[in-house]
């Protein structure tokens, strides 16, 4: 089980996350690399919610490839497109992992695609 790092030296969270994570020995880390919010079959949906909620579900069933889950979620950068979506961004977070364990960090840029408005990267630790 990852260990939560608190200190009241340094600002507290801004939302539903840890200032830090401690990765215990011995876990299997894995990577996931940034999801966007598209259909498996490449469908990109035009509504905001809609490609946030995809980003979560494609990084839930990459790490459940790795033989994780959004448990064993220890750090976030989420990706979006417009200040006005850091808020819902954060909503939707807190809903899909249920919890703070983890490293958050949220940028607010171009991605690699203009049609793209959101996109998720997620490191996760697990002890087998």
């Known amino acids: 089980m990852p260990k939560t790092i608190h200190t009241d030296k340094a600002p507290a969270p801004f939302s539903n996350y840890s200032q830090a994570v401690e990765i215990p020995p011995g876990a299997r880390i894995v ?62 977070r807190t809903k899909l992992l249920g919890h703070k364990n983890f490293a958050s960090t949220t940028l607010v840029c171009g991605l690699a695609d203009p049609n793209w408005i959101v996109e998720v990267a997620v490191k996760a630790a697990k002890v087998d």
């Open 31 to 92: 990577s996931v690399s940034g999801q966007v919010g598209v259909h498996p079959n490449g469908d990109l949906p035009d509504d905001l919610e809609t490609q946030h909620n995809l980003c979560w579900e494609n990084t839930f069933t990459v790490l459940e490839a790795a033989g994780m889950d959004k448990s064993n979620i220890v750090e976030v950068w989420t990706i979006v497109t417009d200040h006005s979506q850091v808020a819902m961004s954060r909503e939707i």
